[in-house]
């Protein structure tokens, strides 16, 4: 809570609600983690902006096209009928999301999650222009000058053609990107288009450029309830307290032994890496993303005074209790909530892929004609029906129509269709039985389509036959 901000009356104190934020100037680190930080960086960015560019025959292979209600994902096509495995697809993410947190704790947070990623990467190039932490410091304390709004001037228009071309990548999903560029360069771009590049590329210039930490303290829930699906058990980022208490700077040749002091020199370089301002050796705090920038930066203390590394390090609650090594530690990843957690998701795994690789590229919808059935020549009876095909796969197919359920009811007219590649084609069809077949009233048919050149793709959907009373 920050100090009272007026006065007015006396005896009346104004009180802020909320806390003027603090800059933080995060000093760049080297080590172990951050390696595998810019790893997963390089990692999810050349996946992000390469896949656009990537073709699959004559089209983008990975294309969610809004307008056509088509979604292309290599050399599957999907409808909005196939919602499914986007619910497979999100289930999936929960069920890794609680399986890694149970194990180790923030590692999406830490180290993939595009908020952490973007901000490493505007970092970067803060650092690039304006220097480490004390140049910063240094620079944003001074007045304004030519070579400070240079300075600015340089990390800002870096900062936007970066969050521009993100934003041009992330529409670059929506619209064939090649497409789309030449549709800016043109300056044609359509309204949503438009409005999409600027907000997605608004978005991360602001994120990752200003609100940072901001975004990860106030703004995601998942700090919130990450401690719901921690335990004793899950590895987090730790400060030794009993090896390193208490702490106290010391020469490097000083006997801590001697001196009454723990293995922390009190130097504050974990503060001051860390990425939203948090002193680990508190314990631990919601604010923590788990980056292990702080582990990176202790270990180097710790080899510069030629003490053993691990004051802070990846450990468990009950491993620092019972002073457990690391063997007994990760012997007790394989408890009943993990493995509950993994057994949920290889099953719900393998049951999506399973179902995308054996379904049919055919899809048939039966729409009955409002009209009841009625009597024609011959005394035949009739019903009309209009067909809906979806043929998903990327082949001109032509597909033949039969219909059962009742005794010698059959399609009269038109009985194959052709249906082009990833189309969709809605078509009438008539269906006749002879009299005395089927019973007054709703009668329980099913209609039946197969591809003329391969018997294996099929589909058939259920319908019903009225017989007028």
Known sequence: MSEPASQGQPGDVEVALYEV????????????????????????????????????????????????????LLGIVLYPQDFIYLTGLLVISALSLFLFTAVAGRLWCGYACPQTVYTEIFMWVERKIEGDRSARMKLDKSPMSGAKFSRKAAKHVAWVLIALWTGITFVGYFTPIRELLGAIVTLSTGPWQTFWVLFYGFATWGNAGFMREQVCKYMCPYARFQSAMFDKDTMIITYDA?????????SKKADPAALGLGACIDCSLCVQVCPTGIDIRKGLQYECIGCAACI????????????????????????????????????????????????????????????????????????????????????????????????????????????????????????????????????????????????????PIRFEVRAEDDESVSASAKSTFFVPR
Not at 36 to 65: C, E, H, I, K, N
Not at 325 to 350: K, W
Request: hydrophobic share 45%; glycine share 8%.
């Open 21 to 72: 934020r603090k800059k933080i100037y995060p000093r760049a680190v080297t080590g172990l983690f951050a390696g595998w930080r810019w790893a997963l960086v390089w990692f999810t960015q050349l996946l992000f902006y390469g896949l656009p560019w990537l073709s699959w025959g004559d089209r983008p292979m990975v294309l969610f096209d809004l307008e056509a209600r088509r979604f292309y």
């Open 242 to 250: 009993a090896r390193g208490e208490p702490r106290g700077s010391r």
């Open 296 to 443: 990176d930066a202790c270990d180097q203390v710790m080899d510069k005074m030629s003490y053993p590394r691990g004051l802070i390090r990846y450990t468990t609650e009950n491993a620092m209790a019972e002073g457990l090594d690391t063997r007994a530690m990760l012997r007790r990843v394989a408890r009943p909530r993990v493995l509950v957690y993994s057994g949920i998701l290889l099953a719900v795994t393998l049951a999506l892929f399973a179902h995308l690789l054996l379904r049919s590229p055919i899809k048939l919808d039966v729409i009955p004609d409002r009209s009841l059935g009625r009597e024609v020549e011959e005394g035949m009876i009739e019903n009309t029906y209009r067909l809906q095909f979806i043929n998903s796969s990327e082949t001109a197919r032509r597909f033949l129509v039969k219909v059962d359920g009742i005794e010698s009811i059959f399609v009269a007219g038109q009985t194959a269709f052709e249906i082009g590649p990833a189309g969709v084609r809605m078509v009438p069809v008539t269906v006749r039985t002879k009299p005395g077949n089927g019973k007054p009233g709703s009668n």
